[in-house]
């Protein structure tokens, strides 16, 4: 990953004082996945997607965030929850561990191709042949202060919708075009878009996307796997 991916210093700085609300799509992961079926929230800050979904009827949901101080601050407000503080490169497990990884407000903070191609490689092979990725995330902002900021960090950056918050962190907001292309490798079962508020309190257009695992052996566009 690039450097500006790794962001662990700015996300324990603010783990105290930002709100997150983006939102899972509950009825499409109703719709795929049985009380019992094992979660892997990855990215899940303080754990506000693990507690909806424990309050939903999931049993079996993990928890994992690479900043400790999100994770001391989940365990403070939801001592039932499974949290742990560990970063996504460490998620070196058994394949087919999960029947779901969600990434929430996940790879905004991971700006390059590279880091998010990674990652997004790494959490399918921990899903179970059929299992699911939920990745859920901010588009492309179609607003002037959005738009004036994407023109003005691509220089830096080399891709528009990357840009730099005035606290520091580097963030990207994602074309439809660049998630489809990130995940090519998954077979897309949904992918809608919704409103939402920023963790800054900005109203923001996001994407729901759900992906499913292809069994081994599968053509990918008529090619043999990768």
């Given amino acids: ?132 990725l939920h990745i859920c995330d901010y588009l492309l902002q179609d607003d002037e202060r959005n738009q004036r900021r994407y023109r003005e960090s691509v220089g830096e950056f080399g891709t528009f919708g990357v840009f730099r918050l005035p606290e520091g962190a580097v963030m990207r907001h994602h074309s439809p075009d660049w998630i489809e292309a990130l995940t090519a490798g998954l077979e897309t079962l949904d992918m809608r878009r919704a409103d939402a508020v920023t963790m800054n309190g900005h109203a923001a257009r996001m994407f729901q996307y759900l992906g499913q695992r292809r069994a081994a052996g599968a053509l990918i566009a008529g090619r043999a796997p990768l």
Wanted: proline share 5%.
């Fill in 1 to 132: 990953m690039n450097d500006c991916d790794d962001q662990g210093d700015f996300w324990n700085r603010v783990a105290w004082e930002k709100s997150f609300s983006l939102p899972v799509n509950m009825d499409l992961l109703r719709a795929h996945l049985a009380p019992e079926s094992r979660i892997l929230d990855s990215g899940c800050g303080y754990g506000r997607t693990c507690d909806e979904l424990t309050r939903a009827g999931y049993a079996n949901v993990v928890g994992v965030d690479s900043s400790t101080e999100m994770i001391r601050r989940g365990r403070q407000m939801h001592s039932d929850l499974r949290l742990q503080a560990l970063p996504a490169s460490s998620l070196i497990g058994p394949d087919n561990t999960y029947d779901a990884v969600l990434l929430v407000a996940v790879l905004t903070g991971v700006p390059s191709d590279r880091g998010q191609r990674t990652l997004v490689a790494a959490m399918t092979q921990l899903l179970r042949p059929s299992g699911i």
